[in-house]
């Protein structure tokens, strides 16, 4: 159900900056909500960022306020993750999850559509 392909991860220095995008289908981007997550080895997967593909609401997690900036291309069905200011504990693989279905925006459970994943490292 749904199709989504994250891209646009790699290596940055402290305080570098990356962009990641998370292409849906029509059907999957018009679905309420898109997010981000991440998870680094060892932890739990967490949501970073999301957003009302219909009426541009944006979601942050404390960790990443004020650094990231999720935003959505309709003419492309696109998502976009910018991330600014990064640091070595952002280092994960980015995850981008659609068809929300209820129980919190961060909740790993609330989706039923995850892609593939993208790594970001953040290194000296």
């Known amino acids: 159900q749904g199709q989504l392909v994250a891209s646009g991860g790699g290596s940055v220095q402290p305080g570098g900056s990356l962009r990641l995008s998370c292409a849906a289908s029509?059907?999957?981007?018009?679905?309420?909500?898109v997010a981000w997550f991440r998870q680094s080895p060892g932890k739990e997967r967490e949501g970073v960022a999301a957003?009302?593909?219909?009426?541009?609401?944006?979601f942050y997690a404390d960790s990443v306020e004020g650094r990231f900036s999720v935003s959505r291309e309709a003419a492309k069905n696109t998502v976009c993750l910018q991330m600014n200011a990064l640091k070595p504990e952002d280092t994960a693989l980015y995850y981008c999850?659609?068809?929300?279905?209820?129980?919190?925006?961060?909740?790993?459970?609330?989706?039923?559509?995850w892609g593939q994943g993208t790594q970001v490292t953040v290194s000296s």
């Open positions: 029509a059907y999957t981007y018009s679905n309420n909500y």
């Open positions: 957003i009302d593909t219909e009426r541009g609401f944006t």
């Open positions: 999850a659609a068809h929300y279905k209820g129980g919190g925006l961060f909740n790993v459970a609330a989706y039923n559509a």
